[in-house]
T-cell receptor, first 114, second 114 residues
Framework: DGGITQSPKYLFRKEGQNVTLSCEQNLNHDAMYWYRQDPGQGLRLIYYSQIVNDFQKGDIAEGYSVSREKKESFPLTVTSAQKNPTAFYLC?????????????FGDGTRLSIL | AQKVTQAQTEISVVEKEDVTLDCVYETRDTTYYLFWYKQPPSGELVFLIRRNSFDEQNEISGRYSWNFQKSTSSFNFTITASQVVDSAVYFCALTEGYGQNFVFGPGTRLSVLP
């Protein structure tokens, strides 16, 4: 079945450590996105990528990095510079052509600090 | 700047009651799109509907209906004869122009009690 796969489902980070969240899609979507969700708040955009080898900062990119070497994959690295990384992270994808295509979401990764 | 407000943080209803979730948006653009997503306890966001700014027709899909009113900048969502499976967090979102930069509201947590 087509969809978006995020792994791991739960992730723990030690102080000063970088961690990478995986996101893979087989929907042949052009664009991919990373969002952060905190309790009681909506989703906030971290990074997005319209095409391979190109990505743009969202509203809260500081302390995060991404890469887009393949159309299917858009990993997110939470660096040690991100001082408050505990959150639920959602990856999404969509077609880019045309207007305002719905985004399809993965099941999310819950990141906690040890 | 674009903004989405969902004033109802949490709503509880008893099964079979009707419930309306409010969404108020702000945008300076004349072309924009509005979305509703459902986030069940499993975490992934499920796309429910997309509406463009030129189409104010209300829409009904089974027990779900949407009321779009540009005069009040609102895009409200009604669930008729609610069921326990409707329990989730519901997000309203907005994109301006023909972009893919989604702005999400803070969400409304709906609990449907048996």
């Amino acid at each position: 079945d087509g969809g978006i796969t995020q792994s791991p489902k739960y992730l723990f980070r030690k102080e000063g450590q970088n961690v990478t969240l995986s996101c893979e899609q087989n929907l042949n979507h052009d664009a991919m996105y990373w969002y952060r969700q905190d309790p009681g708040q909506g989703l906030r955009l971290i990074y997005y990528s319209q095409i391979v080898n190109d990505f743009q900062k969202g509203d809260i990119a500081e302390g995060y990095s991404v890469s887009r070497e393949k159309k299917e994959s858009f990993p997110l690295t939470v660096t040690s510079a991100q001082k408050n990384p505990t959150a639920f992270y959602l990856c999404a994808s969509s077609f880019w052509e045309g207007s305002n295509q719905p985004q399809h979401f993965g099941d999310g990764t819950r990141l906690s600090i040890l | 700047a674009q903004k989405v407000t969902q004033a109802q943080t949490e709503i509880s209803v008893v099964e079979k009651e009707d419930v309306t979730l409010d969404c108020v948006y702000e945008t300076r653009d004349t072309t924009y799109y509005l979305f509703w997503y459902k986030q069940p306890p499993s975490g992934e966001l499920v796309f429910l509907i997309r509406r463009n700014s030129f189409d104010e027709q209300n829409e009904i899909s089974g027990r779900y209906s949407w009321n779009f009113q540009k005069s009040t900048s609102s895009f409200n969502f009604t669930i008729t004869a609610s069921q326990v499976v409707d329990s989730a967090v519901y997000f309203c979102a907005l994109t301006e122009g023909y972009g893919q930069n989604f702005v999400f509201g803070p969400g409304t947590r709906l609990s449907v009690l048996p």
